[in-house]
């Protein structure tokens, strides 16, 4: 059976501080790992990481895969109130090309 | 207007009710995916599609059906509602690749009393 494991479920910082959220997997034919953020409904897209130890990079938040250790990590430095929201994390079969998703993160910034 | 949009946004619907949630899309892509999100379960997939003709369960399709009534739209079916399948749901898509990523519906939100 196809997995997504999330950690740690629930992290409450104060804003300024540095964050590293966790995601690994197993998964029967891996062909990319998801990050989004979802605030009120809608997950919105952040980034996609296919190759090992490739940097994705967009302003305060970067991701990286390791395909042998099978996990990812998506950090955030410098939080801010507006990083407050659920960090998704979710892998694509090869061949199904569906998503497995972990259980979501849920990332508190307090001012 | 939405890429994505998901009807109706909200829904407060008895036991036993037949209910419809629909979904349309502007994007042009071929595949189409219904995920439930439940607190703490993250989104499971119900049903999948990659083009009219072809439909797949996922991972909890039971109590559930679909129908792809063209490329653009996909609805989901609960034909006796019971009340765990108060959810949110979502509806997403992507093109032959995911190449993307998935693009999402707003999601609607389900209870059954």
């Known amino acids: 059976e196809d997995k997504v494991v999330q950690s740690p479920l629930s992290l409450v910082v104060h804003e300024g501080d540095t964050v590293t959220l966790n995601c690994s997997y197993e998964?029967?034919?891996?062909?990319?790992l998801l990050w989004y953020k979802q605030e009120k409904k809608a997950p919105t897209f952040l980034f996609m990481l296919?190759?090992?130890?490739i940097e994705k990079k967009s302003g305060r938040l970067s991701s990286i895969l390791d395909k042998k250790e099978l996990f990812s990590i998506l950090n955030i430095t410098a939080t801010q109130t507006g990083d407050s929201a659920v960090y998704l994390c979710?892998?694509?079969?090869?061949?199904?090309?569906?998503?497995?998703f972990g259980q979501g993160t849920r990332l508190t910034i307090n001012p | 207007d939405a890429d994505v949009t998901q009807t109706p946004r909200n829904r407060i619907t008895k036991t036993g009710k037949r209910i419809m949630l629909e979904c349309s899309q502007t994007?042009?892509?071929?595949?189409m995916y219904w995920y439930r999100q439940d607190p703490g379960l993250g989104l499971r997939l119900i049903y999948y599609s990659f083009d009219v003709k072809d439909i797949n369960k996922g991972e909890i399709s039971d109590g559930y059906s679909v129908s792809r009534q063209a490329q653009a739209k996909f609805s989901l079916s609960l034909e006796s509602a019971i009340p765990n399948q108060t959810a949110l749901y979502f509806c997403a898509t992507s093109d032959s690749w995911g190449v993307y990523g998935y693009t999402f519906g707003s999601g609607t939100r389900l209870t059954v009393v």
């Open positions: 296919t190759s090992s130890g």
């Open positions: 979710a892998v694509v079969i090869q061949g199904a090309q569906k998503l497995v």
């Open positions: 998964v029967t034919n891996f062909r990319s």
């Open positions: 994007k042009g892509h071929d595949r």
